[in-house]
């Protein structure tokens, strides 16, 4: 405990031994009670007897130094060892006591605007990000011999074959639920025969695609972004920058090439499997054959319909991985940003895909 000494003129108060963070709880009450009941005289801390101070107890001198008293009252420090004043006297304590100002209320407009600026800047970093991938495309294509080809079947088997039985599972329930709610709806006007139009229609141009999208976004775009972000974090990425490797090509590309050529091909998969269940639905409620679901589907379906799913599919899977990977690299340090990578490129994949899908909608009615 502190040495406590008056004398007519000023309060001395001697500080002995270690002041760490294990001891300093007492000493700092000790000092604060001492300058408290002493408030019109001049203290003075004596530090000739310290043996050694951690951070917390240069925090506690500096506390004593700053404490706001009255003037000819005030702390001083006798015998304060160099290393110790040039810490303590380094900062203005003043500077400690001025109030931060007061939060100001961010109007409607201010906070539309602001958010309409960040969406702007992250949409040209998009932009950026995509001029570069279309580089990295462009030299696979030209150069094919350059690309880690056993990278991209690594990364096809993670999006393509593990995420089979989801992507079946998808399409089987949709084909279910089309043919069965479309066709209560015909039953009313006898053209059951026609819900086979509806159900391969709506697999072939449009479910197929976008299902097996929206499961791929949930899936491998948040695999996506989490990987790379993890990387950032552990600063990956500067490591594969310092050892001369490109990061689009080496991290990139090869999710870009896999998801081009997988998701259409899971897409065919999910059509197939949703055609399945509209004939399975079909025969068992509404006594329309298999035969005939088939003769039906053949009239009402062509070649264009299933190539406008497979190049929606593989629209679809270069944009969930270029969302994927660019949220990845926009990760923050922290694990934190982790999640928030994966979360956001979630949504912005899902989001984008829907937008892409009604522009080809429009573009091909």
């Known amino acids: 405990m502190p040495e406590l000494m008056t004398s007519a ?4 108060l001697r500080l002995e031994g270690r002041i760490t963070a294990q001891t ?12 408290a009941s002493h408030p019109d005289r001049p203290v003075v801390i004596d530090t000739s007897h310290l043996e050694h101070v951690d951070t917390v107890g240069i925090a506690l001198l500096f506390d004593l130094g700053r404490q706001m008293r009255p003037a000819g009252a ?13 810490l303590i006297h380094r900062y203005d304590a003043a500077a400690f006591g001025v109030p931060h100002p007061a939060r100001q209320h961010i109007g409607v407009f201010e906070h539309v605007g602001r958010s309409t600026i960040a969406q702007l800047r992250l949409l040209r970093e998009l932009l950026n990000f995509l001029s570069l991938c279309r580089r990295a495309l462009m030299r696979a294509v030209i150069r094919p011999g350059t690309v880690a080809w056993t990278d991209v079947l690594d990364v096809a ?10 992507v079946l599972l998808m399409g089987f329930l949709m084909g ?6 479309v066709g209560l709806v015909a039953r009313q006007f006898g ?13 072939l141009r449009e479910l197929g695609a976008l299902m097996t999208a929206i499961v791929l976004a949930g899936r491998t775009g948040a695999a996506f972004a989490a990987q790379i972000a993890t990387q950032r974090v552990n600063e990956e990425l500067n490591a594969i920058s310092t050892f001369g490797l490109d990061p689009i090509e080496f991290l990139v590309l090869p999710r870009l090439l896999a998801a081009i050529v997988v998701v259409p091909l899971l897409a065919v ?16 409620t509404f006594d329309v054959s298999y035969r005939q679901f088939y003769s039906q589907l053949l009239k009402a379906v062509t070649a264009q319909d299933l190539m406008l799913g ?19 690299f926009r990760a923050g340090a922290g694990p934190a940003s982790v999640g928030l990578s994966a979360t956001g490129a979630v949504v912005a994949s899902i989001v984008t895909v829907v937008v892409i899908d009604g522009l080809f909608a429009v573009m091909t009615s």
């Open 9 to 12: 003129e000023s309060v001395t």
């Open 24 to 35: 300093a709880t007492s000493i700092w009450r000790c000092a604060l009670d001492t300058l």
């Open 74 to 86: 005030g702390v001083t420090f006798q015998a304060l060892p160099p290393s110790l004043a040039s």
């Open 157 to 166: 088997t993670e999006v393509g074959a593990h995420a089979v039985p989801i």
């Open 176 to 181: 279910v639920i089309i043919a069965f709610e």
């Open 191 to 203: 053209a059951t025969l026609f819900v086979v139009d509806g159900v391969g229609k709506a697999m």
């Open 269 to 284: 998969l999910a059509d197939l499997v949703g055609l399945f269940g509209g004939a399975l639905v079909m025969a068992s």
């Open 310 to 328: 497979i190049v929606k599919a593989a629209v679809f899977g270069l944009t969930i991985a270029a969302i994927g990977c660019h949220r990845g």
